[in-house]
């Protein structure tokens, strides 16, 4: 607001607030939610997409002509045909052993060891209490479930990736070469964690302000 920009978190479902069953949620859900805020909004919203960004992909797939710009902050962004599970042979197998995994396999819990070392590493000790109980089993459909993505509506909204150098849920590698496959109008970089909105919030504002500068 300081910067006259308005923002809306959204809770996508089984996740926050949202106490959907994880076991029953997928990805056109996510893309569902987030859908709706869009729809919402008087004026064409730039998506900003932390981590799983193939909701924002898939979101801009079906509305494009809602969505002004999409951000991608140290996110997954699986090309066409492709899931955000492709991915799991470039994480950490020391973050993949921080996962609970429910009998039935469809959805897996962070362990809080695994919050603070992974997902928030240079983050604030009060900022990681807060945000802990909101932790719920993440859904699994989701993250298997490919992306279908195309040119003519996909291709034509404009995208801009913040990579994070010291990320160790999505390594800065893995951030480099996913944006091989699918090409960014602008690369920008923070010196700090997964989660640049606890660890560095100033610098996100002010690299997410320079965005709209652009656009």
């Known amino acids: 607001m300081a910067r006259g920009h308005e923002a809306v978190a959204i809770d996508l ?10 076991e029953a949620v997928t990805l056109r859900d996510y893309v569902d939610r987030v859908s709706e805020a869009v729809q919402a909004s008087k004026d064409n919203p730039i998506l900003v997409g932390h981590s799983m960004g193939g909701v924002i992909s898939q979101t801009a797939e079906f509305i494009p002509g809602r969505i ?5 902050v140290a996110a997954l962004v699986p090309p066409n045909g492709t899931s955000m599970m492709g991915f799991v042979e470039g994480f950490d197998p020391a973050y993949l052993a921080q996962f609970l995994w429910a009998p039935d396999r469809r959805s897996a819990r962070i362990t809080p060891e695994g919050v603070r070392l992974f997902l928030y590493p240079q983050c604030p000790p009060a900022d990681i209490e807060s ?4 932790f719920t089993a993440e859904p699994v459909a989701p993250f298997e479930t490919p992306v279908s993505l195309s040119e003519a509506e996909f291709g034509r909204v404009r995208r801009y990736y913040i990579e994070c150098f010291r990320d160790r849920v999505v390594p800065i590698a893995l951030q480099r070469s996913m944006r091989a496959a699918v090409p960014f109008e602008h690369v920008y970089s923070l010196d700090t964690d997964h989660s640049p909105f606890f660890s560095t919030p100033e610098d996100l504002a002010l690299v997410l302000h320079a965005i709209t500068e652009r656009v």
Do not use: C, I, K, N
């Open 13 to 22: 479902p089984g996740h926050g607030e949202d106490r959907s069953s994880p």
């Open 68 to 72: 002004h710009a999409l951000v991608y």
């Open 131 to 134: 945000a802990l109980p909101l």
